[in-house]
Each structure stands twice: as C-alpha cells, then as structure tokens.
C-alpha cells in the first residue's frame, strides 16, 4: 500500500523552544494532507487540513500561531509547534490522500511522532 | 453532527472467539467508513472499508456491517487471535467534502490465549 512517512518519530525538546515534524508522501503525490494529535489513551483528534499550495484549515480550538504548518510540495506537509510548552507533549500523526484516487476516501497515515517538552 | 460514537471502550475475547465493535454516526453526508488498528506508539494501520452502497463486506478475517437507516456499522473480528489485541478506531469522512476522517472513541481489544 501507500507509504506515508514521519520525521522525527521522536522528540524531545525544552519549553519555549520550536519543533518541525515533517510528513512525507513516499509513492504518490498529496494535495491534501490531514494533521491529527493523540493523546494517550485517546482517540485521533483532527488538528488541520493541510492543502498543497494555500493555506492550511485549522479545526475549531486550534491555535493556528502555535502549529504552523506548510504544504509546500504534492509529497510534503510539515507541522511546526511553535514555543512548545510541556502541556504540548503529544502524539502527532499525519496523513496523505492519494490525489488519484480521492475520490475512494483512503488515508494513509505515517507512523507518527511522539513530543516530549520538558 | 460530526461525532462518532463508537463502543464497547473496552473488550476482552477468548482466543477462537468473535469480537464485536458498534460505531454509530449522525452525519448523513459520510460517505466512507473505515476501520483502523492501532498498536501502541504505532500509527493507525487500515484494516477494512465499507461505502453505504453495500450492507457488509469481508475480507479474511474482518467484515464490516453497514446499517445505512439506522446510521450504525460495526466490525467483527472472527476467531480472534492474541496478535489482534490492539486498539480499534471506527472513522467516517465524506469524501466529496475534504475527505477528513473523523474518528471514534476507540476501543481496546485484548485477546486472551
């Protein structure tokens, strides 16, 4: 199947510091990417829908200065957490639709990355 | 409208036996039904998907059934295995919105030998 990669799978980082996650589409090129934050224990929650060449759409109660993201190529969305606090420790995971065939609804998700801020 | 409520949160099945997940949906724009495993500090894997087209669908092990009116679908897993002990997402998107998956709560499987 589709591979989505993640870079780093793991981080760890002081507060007030900015951490890049980078999502990459391996095979197959990605006009839109999604952004999810795991919590543990907890389900997926979807932070933003990044778009190929504009800007990305933040789900309600994320905070757009604070996770930047940027899609600047078919293969590459990152997700930029800026001035990371403790309370920002998390699991993100990205994922990519297949341009070709979105219409059949497939994600493929990376294998995410884990966020320490101490 | 975009929720998705999946149950039991959790599940403990003999090995050999069926595990049954419910997901339940409102929004009657979804299109897309998936299910996810999950392993701990992995991403979601794609299990198996279902469109309200059909009213169940298999594959191996896994089959998924749709209720288009009462807008439910659920999975079963059948003759569990330890190996299956994972965490399950059911996920529902529209795919001629923005194609987001929008997921459950989850649910905790363990398989005992």
């Known amino acids: 199947g589709a591979v989505v990669s993640q870079h780093p799978s793991r981080v760890i980082c002081k507060s007030g510091t900015s951490v890049k996650i980078e999502c990459r589409s391996l095979d197959f090129q990605a006009t839109t990417m999604f952004w999810y934050r795991q919590f543990p224990k907890q389900s997926l929650m979807l932070m933003a829908t990044s778009n190929e060449g504009s800007k990305a759409t933040y789900e309600q109660g994320v905070e757009k200065d604070k996770f930047l993201i940027n899609h600047a190529s078919l293969t590459l969305s990152t997700l930029t957490v800026t001035s990371a606090h403790p309370e920002d420790s998390s699991f993100y995971i990205c994922?990519?639709?297949?341009?070709?065939?979105?219409?059949?609804?497939?994600?493929?998700f990376g294998e995410g990355s884990r966020l320490t801020v101490l | 409208q975009q929720q998705v409520k999946q149950s039991p949160q959790s599940l403990i099945v003999q090995k050999g036996g069926i595990s049954i997940i419910n997901c339940a949906y409102e929004?009657?724009?979804?299109?897309?039904f998936p299910w996810y495993q999950q392993f701990p500090g992995k991403g979601p894997a794609l299990l198996i998907a279902?469109?309200?087209?059909?009213s169940e669908k298999k594959e191996g092990r896994f089959t998924i059934s749709f209720n288009k009116s009462a807008k439910q679908f659920s999975l079963h897993i059948m003759d569990s295995q330890p190996g299956d002990s994972a965490t399950y997402f059911c996920?529902?998107?529209?795919?001629?919105?923005?194609?987001?998956?929008?997921f459950g709560q989850g649910t905790t499987l363990q398989v005992k030998p």
């Open positions: 929004n009657t724009a979804f299109d897309y």
């Open positions: 279902i469109r309200p087209d059909v």
């Open positions: 994922s990519a639709r297949d341009s070709k065939t979105r219409i059949r609804g497939e994600l493929f």
């Open positions: 996920a529902a998107s529209s795919t001629s919105n923005t194609g987001k998956l929008i």
